[in-house]
């Protein structure tokens, strides 16, 4: 019964006030737009987070890799450990480019100070993902040190 009274009414304030059919077309598709313009951006931010995931770690230090593996691993990375050689970041830079890999991460005596350390990738690396690689460097530092 409250169903009829209520199309009623919106057929009255159709007829009455709206001449158009762009009321009805603004009425469905507004709700739809907002709710693209939301869920869109998230979408492809996560489809090329997925494909930044193989990443390539340079232990300059041979301290720090096994620490962090289970780390990266637990994160949803897929993690490889890279020889030290002379040319290994002109070389992982070209890998990085053609999208062979999402990055790579070298980590050096500076690392096992400060906890810094350089991380090389084509992509945007996203806030979330800068933070927990950062976290988990910082941890297998202290614990190096400690």
């Known amino acids: 019964m409250m169903w009829h009274n209520v199309w009623a009414v919106i057929r009255r304030e159709y007829l009455q006030r709206v001449l158009s059919k ?23 931010a996560n489809r090329s987070e997925q494909a930044g995931r193989d990443i390539l770690v340079v232990d300059g230090t041979n301290v720090l890799y096994e ?28 890998r990085a480019s053609d999208g062979d890999i999402g990055g790579f991460l070298v980590l050096d005596e500076l690392t096992l100070e400060s906890g810094e350390a350089v991380m090389y990738t084509d992509d945007r690396v996203s806030t979330f993902r800068r933070l927990t690689l950062r976290s988990a460097i910082v941890r297998a530092a202290l614990e190096y040190r400690l």
């Open 22 to 44: 762009w009321f009805i077309l603004v009425t469905i598709a507004a709700p739809i737009l907002m709710i693209a313009m939301m869920v869109l951006p998230a979408f492809f």
């Open 67 to 94: 620490r962090l593996r289970s780390d990266f691993e637990a994160g949803g990375y897929s993690v490889a450990e890279q020889p030290w050689t002379i040319d290994v970041i002109s070389e992982l830079r070209q």
